[in-house]
């Protein structure tokens, strides 16, 4: 069966060589140097982030296990860290358009950096703590760096459709390129140099204070709202307000959180699905699969964006059936593939169905990325950008926690409905955005005070 995971990969690595390698003038973007020059600038700086995101991922359990802690202990930890950016993280990153979007993206890197340190210590506290501060570092990655791209991009004037090349390269390469070397960066620190499973935290806080130096020397500040006279409760009115007097946030914030929900849960489910009976499969090798599947996504997403005259809304709806059909397959090879019932051995005919499947479900993962990226620059509101992010990850952290808490309570076909569902409703959504995207805006809002509260301004 190793033959088999080493055509998915060939065949993968394949096609994405191909569509790089086969793009037109159609297919591309012309774009100025000056954009080109700011674009590099960002990539670099979102790459390294990336890595430092990456190189933790596969270690972290691992760690806390060498150290002598069960999986209950374990679970605990990671709540903590998806509670920790719930709570504290939407705060964090609400300061973000009050403060700055330069000091959150730095805050980011100090309190990773910090995350990581905790790791040297065996002590539970010591690591709850850093699994806090990692819950708001996560909060402030998939906030406060697209929110000052999208801000920086706009106030130097660039075109409108430059952004979304600059969403699918960061995809590209932070979320497929950067995630395979990182896994294999972590394997040659762990297993060949056999440096122990704190060695990839380190080099993760190289790669951050890297990328912060670069912020701090080449990044200009920008705001969302630099209003003096507002606290973070006014803040917060006011994003719910933008929230709930515009149907197209409301929408888009339900479309991420069910996405996202099911997309965090098959973390957590690909491994028992794969290798139900205990058969032997490659993790890591399997994990870079993934990712190369992915980056599949993001060039797919390259090439659909550039096109002016097809819109985001429409094929996002074929992505979210594709994926809500993806995830139905462990479901299907129950009830259709008689299990061996045999422990161990390699994978099973089922698994290798299962893992062509999840290889789709992540090719849409890499279109969803750039692709809400670009609806969140079109429909949320710069004034707010940021605190309407993180309250988006609210109703996804939620989720989380409850799927961790329960994670034994239901069998593995069950959870994949329950995301498959999800995947489903996300696509109905999407319709309906696509419907009203077409009208005009009826209303238009800024933060502002009046006797303490924030309010629409109707126009």
């Known amino acids: ?33 000056a954009f080109n020059s700011f674009k590099n600038n960002y990539l670099l700086v979102y790459s390294l982030m990336m890595a430092g ?71 539970y506290k010591v690591l709850m703590l850093g699994r806090i501060l990692g819950g708001i570092a996560t909060s402030l990655l998939f906030s406060a760096f697209e929110s000052w791209l999208v801000a920086e991009h706009f106030k130097r004037g660039f075109d409108q459709q430059w952004l979304s090349l600059t969403f699918s390269k960061a995809i590209f390469l932070g979320n497929g390129l950067v995630a395979i070397l990182s896994g294999l960066f972590g394997n040659v620190l762990v297993d060949t140099l056999a440096l122990g499973p704190v060695a990839p935290f380190d080099a993760a806080s190289c790669f951050l204070a890297i990328g912060m130096a670069i912020i701090l020397s080449s990044w200009t500040e920008n705001y969302g709202d630099p209003s003096e006279n507002k606290d973070l409760l006014t803040q917060f009115r006011g994003a719910a307000v933008a929230i709930a007097s515009d149907e197209k946030i409301a929408l888009l914030g339900a479309i991420q959180s069910l996405f996202e929900g099911s997309m965090y849960t098959f973390v957590f489910l690909w491994t028992p699905a794969l290798s139900p009976n205990d058969e032997e499969i490659p993790h890591g090798f399997i994990f870079a699969t993934f990712m190369l599947a992915s980056m599949l996504g993001s060039s797919l997403a390259s090439r659909l964006m550039a096109r002016s005259a097809l819109r985001v809304e429409s094929y996002m709806q074929i992505v979210f059936a594709v994926s809500s059909a993806a995830l139905l397959l462990p479901i299907l090879t129950t009830f259709l593939i008689v299990p061996t019932g045999v422990k161990g051995g390699s994978i099973s005919f089922a698994g290798c169905m299962q893992l062509l499947g999840f290889c789709a479900f992540e090719s849409c993962v890499g279109i969803f990325w750039p692709s809400i990226m670009k609806m969140r620059s079109q429909y949320i509101p710069e004034e707010a950008r940021s605190t309407i992010m993180n309250f988006f990850r609210i109703p996804l952290n939620i989720f989380v926690c409850v799927v961790l808490y329960n994670v034994d309570a239901f069998p593995i076909t069950v959870m994949f409905g329950m995301c498959s569902i999800f995947l489903l409703v996300a696509c109905i959504l999407q319709r309906r955005l696509m419907v009203i995207s077409d009208k005009p805006k009826a209303t238009d809002w800024q933060m502002k005070d009046r006797d303490g509260e924030s309010e629409p301004l109707n126009i």
Not at 17 to 33: C, F, G, P, V
Request: charge should be positive; aromatic fraction near 16%.
């Open 1 to 33: 069966m190793e033959l088999f995971f080493y055509t998915v990969f060939g065949g993968l690595a394949a096609v994405v060589a191909a569509l790089e390698l086969s793009k037109s003038n159609k297919d591309r973007i012309n774009t100025s140097s």
């Open 53 to 123: 995101d990456w190189l933790q991922g596969p270690y972290v359990y691992y760690l806390y296990s060498t150290y002598g802690y069960g999986k209950g202990e374990i679970g605990q930890l990671f709540i903590a860290g998806f509670g920790s950016s719930m709570l504290f993280g939407t705060i964090v990153g609400s300061l973000a358009d009050k403060q700055g979007r330069k000091r959150a993206c730095v805050t980011y890197c100090i309190a990773y950096i910090l995350s990581c340190i905790t790791k040297h210590s065996p002590q």
